[in-house]
Each structure stands twice: as structure tokens, then as C-alpha cells.
């Protein structure tokens, strides 16, 4: 072996071994090759939470806001098994949308990564009770995923709860289910709303049917305050229908 092929060797080991360090670091996973199906993020447990509980979902993509991200996902995790569910069962980088001296606009900053445990096509929607769309970048991109947009559908069919946040609102109005109904949004996103038939207000939170919107972080706890109150009133009602249908078999054998 001369001299430069030793180099060679040496520098991809190293180079091997940093990435692995790296990657270790950012995603607690040993994936050297940068496989995201076989990373995860520091924010989960490699098990399931919640097993046995009610599920509710909440989608993710690259450019999702941190916050309107995981303060649904750590509320809702309390009480419910919530599942991550994105384009691909791999892992996504969220941002930080903050106001900034000097900015005109939200400046945008890398923030936490967040795993897809589940991915848009292989949800079966009726295996969960409730839909959360975080703002960020990432609906913009989301929107135009058609299994996604399937799926939003289906809990407006169903009359599912479903919580939106700031730019979350892109995603319903591509579904189509927005007309006549009374939303909030941040400011910027009112156009999306209004075009697709929605009348929009400026309050902080919105519930309208099976949807409740707020408009950005300040407004993150009363919005996930209603929501819960709406999962819990709709597994109710959900009970109540199936003991009418056992009462009514009983009747029928009778």
C-alpha cells in the first residue's frame, strides 16, 4: 500500500467517524451513511407513548415552526397517543419564526429535528380521532401532497377535530373545506382564507364546527384548550352513538 492510498484510507475513516459523531449528536442515532428512516430526534421516545389511548395526528414537514410543532405534540401527549406523520417516515428540521430587530418580517432560524413515525400514505384515518396542522414554512410544500390533502378531508367528512395554527390554514384551504366557515389565521395568511371561502377575523382563537384556528404562538393555550375540550366531546358522542347502535341490536333481537 503507497503512501496516498494510506491517506485516502485514513481520511475516510475519519471523515466516517465524524459524521457518525455527528450524527449521533443531532439525531441520537449511529447512521453513518445519513439513512433519516433510521434516525430519530432527541425530542421522542423510541417507543410508542400511549399505547392503549385515543390517537391523534399531527403532520410535520421540513420548515415546520418548532413551537407550533411541539406544544401540540407535548400537550397532547398527556392524554392521547399522538403520532407523527409526514411525506416519509424520516426525520425533519423545524425553524424558529421569531421577530427580529431590524426585520420587516419573522426571521427564520434552525431549530429541533422531528421524526415522522408514520408516512401520509400508509395513515388509515379512521384509526384517529383528531388533526393538528402546525404553521412554518412547511405547509406551503405540505399542501401540495395529495394523500395529505385525502387525509384532511376526511376528518371535515367525518367531522373529526381538527387545530390549525398560522400557516396551517394553507393546507385546509387547498382541501377545499374552508367555504363559509369563520377562521382566524396570522395576518398574512388571510388571503389563503378569504379566497377559498372562508370569512376571516382577527381574534386570537376561532372555533368554528369541527375546526379550531389560532393565529400564532401567543395564542397556543387557549387553542389547545379547545381542542382537547373538543376531542373529549367528540370520543363522547362517539360512545353514545355506539351504545344506541348495541341498544338497538338488542332491541331488533328481541
Known sequence: MNWQTRVKKVFATDTKERKTRLMETTHGTSSPDGDSANQRSSLQYNATQNEDRPRLLVVVGDGAEVLDTMFPFYRLGEHYRVD????????YHLVIHELTEGWDITEERKGYHLKANIAFRDVNPENYVGLILPGGRAPEYLRYDQQLIHLTQH????????????????????????SGRTVTTIPKCRFDAEVCGAVYTPEPVVRCGNLVCCRGKK????????????????????????????????????
Open 219 to 254: 395564542d397556543m393555550s387557549p387553542w389547545m384548550r379547545e381542542f382537547v375540550g373538543m376531542i373529549e366531546d367528540y370520543l363522547k358522542t362517539q360512545e353514545s352513538n355506539l351504545g344506541d347502535r348495541v341498544r338497538s341490536c338488542e332491541v331488533a333481537t328481541d
Open 84 to 91: 407523527v406523520a409526514g411525506p416519509e417516515t424520516e426525520v
Open 155 to 178: 376528518f371535515f367528512k367525518q367531522e373529526k377535530p381538527v387545530a390549525s395554527i398560522c400557516h396551517g390554514i394553507e393546507i385546509i384551504a387547498t382541501a377545499k373545506v374552508l
